[in-house]
């Protein structure tokens, strides 16, 4: 039984990161159509984990 679920055989995914000199400014985004609130930045700490089946 599916329950409505689309099962999808491959996936690709694209991780992009980006250098940036310690001039960088971060651009205000509060004026943005769709920002309700801008805050300091905030570092996340992220762990994955992957299964696959054999």
């Known amino acids: 039984m599916t329950y409505g679920r689309s099962v999808v055989p491959e996936q690709l995914e694209v991780e992009r990161e980006f250098d940036v000199d310690a001039t960088f400014v971060?651009?205000?985004f509060g004026g943005v159509?769709?920002?309700a609130v801008v805050g300091p930045p905030v570092t996340h700490e992220l762990?994955?984990?992957y299964?696959?089946?054999v």
């Open 33 to 35: 159509p769709g920002v």
């Open 47 to 49: 762990a994955a984990v």
């Open 26 to 28: 971060v651009p205000a």
């Open 51 to 53: 299964h696959r089946a």
